[in-house]
Every structure is written in structure tokens, then in C-alpha cells.
């Protein structure tokens, strides 16, 4: 059988995102400074985007799908007058106006965009038409016709207005929200076009800027020797939000088997915020994480076990 490269190394990075690169690259460029058999990031920030890249290695890989349904913070930059092809400052203008929206008009049109929408995603995203990328057919001049899309914005908020062209926000948002998409609609709702000139991510689900290493830094010696592992955050921390519920002994060794524990047995230890109608737990062995499990149908199922 043949070797796998690099070491086998289990936990979360959190990089501050430089402007310019791909997530893909940042993921790439960590990957081999660490010298990492396996890699991958828990949400992807386009290349104008700075901020936020959480980076699983190994195992952590099997916690990203949990990472990207928690809460993300943005902050970003509308800039009023120009529609761009990429809803962001890298596109080509396709569309230019002189009307410059004041804040009364911008907070009543933020109401609209409040709670559960509907939102269409930017042509140049990474969305599958008929197994094509959009951004692809974009590129090629067929840009796709994208459908709208369920999106859940928990707030969203002028932070700043530094001139008449230009306006900030805070944007907390659920999985899978366009911030390109909402700088654009907001624009149109306030009689003008714009882009986004700048965002930056500030929080996925646990995870926040503050913990976060720059590129430079994390790679820095990488040439000579293999990024030292104790940059890296345990895999349990992704799943910081999930509800907790204490298992007895044979209780985890009876899941780590892929067995389903009856709910009546552990009456009084499930936790109130776990949803007993398929809420998701964090499975816990006294201080160590045995997996996440599903409550059903008055079982507990495991789902994913660590």
C-alpha cells in the first residue's frame, strides 16, 4: 500500500487571511508548511476577502460541515455608483450611478433584509449549474440565470459611513449568505448600484479573528523545518457550540461502536438546548469528545464519531 505524504497531524489552524490569495491557496500554502498529510478550510473567503480561515488538518476535517452551519460576523464595505460583474471591486463596471443614498434611506432599506430572505448568489460564485461552476461560465461570457436562495441574516448594520460614496456594515449571518449578493441588493433598494469594496470575517461558529495567526507568521521558517503542531487548536474546539452531554463509561463504549442509546436512561443528563427532534449533541467521555450524535426518535444515533 502505498504511503500517504507528509505527517499525520489532527487540529484546527486559524489564519488571519491576507487579501489576494484563494482559500484553496491559503489551505495549500499551510498544508505543506506543516508538512500535513491532509487539510481543508471551514468556509470559503474570496480572494478581495481578509480575515477568518479556520484550516482543519486530519480529523478536524470530519468537523467542517458543523463549523459552516454556525454564525459568521463580516464586516464589509458598499461602495455606492458602480455595479461591478463580480459584485466586488475585482469585477469589470457594468453599470454606473450618480445617486448617492443618505443614512435614513440606507437603515430603512437594511428592514428588508432582516431575518429569513431570499437571496440570488453573484454569477461568479461557486455554485453548480447543469455540473458547471458559475464562475466559469461566467468567465466564458454565458453567465448562468441563478434562482433565489434561502438565506438567514440575524443582523445587519451601518457601523460607518467614512464619505458619500462609501458605507460599512455588520453583517451576522447563518451558512451559505453573500455578502456580495446583499451589497448589491441593498444598493438597488436604495435607488443607486455598488459593490463591495472590502470585507473582512471576523467569527465562524467558536472560532474568532482574535485567536487568528497571520499567513506571514504561521510560515514563517516553514522553508527550512515543518511548522510546529502546537499552532494548532484541538479538534474538539470546533464544536464548542454543540450542546454537551455526559456519557457513562459503557455509554461511550457502546457508541464508539456505533450503537444507539435509549434517551429514557439518560433522563435528567440531556442537556436543555439539545433538541430532543433530531438536535445534534457533543458525545463527552468525562473531558474527552467521543463524537456528535443525533437525538431521534427517543434514541441517541452516533453521526460522526472523533
Known amino acids: 500500500m502505498r504511503r500517504k505524504r507528509g505527517r499525520a497531524l489532527d487540529g484546527w489552524l486559524l489564519v488571519d487571511k491576507p487579501t489576494g490569495p484563494t482559500s484553496t491557496d491559503v489551505v495549500n500554502r499551510v498544508r505543506r508548511g506543516f508538512d500535513a498529510q491532509k ?24 468537523t467542517v460541515p458543523y463549523i459552516m452551519d454556525g454564525t459568521k460576523l463580516y464586516h464589509f464595505t458598499l461602495r455606492f455608483g458602480e455595479a461591478r460583474d463580480t459584485d466586488d471591486a475585482d469585477g469589470e463596471v457594468i ?7 443618505d443614512d435614513d434611506r440606507i437603515r430603512a432599506g437594511l428592514a428588508g433584509f432582516q431575518g429569513d430572505i431570499m437571496q440570488v448568489p453573484p454569477i461568479f460564485s461557486a ?14 461570457g454565458r453567465p448562468p440565470v441563478l434562482e433565489p436562495r434561502p438565506a438567514r441574516i440575524d443582523r445587519f448594520e451601518l457601523i460607518d459611513r467614512p464619505d458619500a460614496d462609501s458605507a460599512v456594515f455588520a453583517v451576522q449571518s447563518g451558512k451559505g449568505v453573500y455578502m456580495r449578493s446583499l451589497a ?10 455598488g459593490h463591495v469594496a472590502a470585507l473582512r470575517r471576523l467569527r465562524v461558529g467558536p472560532f474568532l479573528i ?8 504561521i510560515l514563517e521558517g516553514a522553508d527550512n523545518a515543518p511548522t510546529s503542531p502546537a499552532l494548532l487548536r484541538p479538534v474538539a474546539t470546533a464544536l464548542a457550540d454543540i450542546p454537551a452531554l455526559a456519557l457513562t463509561e459503557s455509554e461511550a463504549e457502546s457508541l464508539s461502536h456505533g450503537q444507539a442509546i435509549s ?11 439539545a433538541n430532543p427532534a433530531g438536535g445534534i449533541a457533543r458525545a463527552m467521555d468525562g473531558g474527552r469528545v ?4 443525533r437525538l431521534e426518535d427517543g434514541w441517541l444515533r452516533p453521526e460522526r464519531l472523533l
Open 210 to 217: 482574535e485567536d487568528a495567526i497571520s499567513l506571514d507568521k
Open 290 to 293: 467521543i463524537g456528535l450524535c
Open 39 to 62: 487539510a481543508g478550510h471551514g468556509g470559503t473567503l474570496d480572494p478581495l476577502a481578509t480575515g477568518l480561515l479556520p484550516v482543519a488538518f486530519g480529523a478536524a476535517t470530519k
Open 263 to 273: 434517551l429514557v436512561t439518560m433522563m435528567g443528563r440531556i442537556p436543555d438546548s
Open 184 to 193: 448589491r441588493d441593498l444598493a438597488r433598494v436604495c435607488g443607486t448600484v
Open 127 to 140: 455554485i453548480k449549474v447543469a455540473g458547471e461552476r458559475a464562475y466559469d461560465m461566467a468567465r466564458e
Open 95 to 101: 453599470e454606473t450611478s450618480g445617486e448617492r443614498p
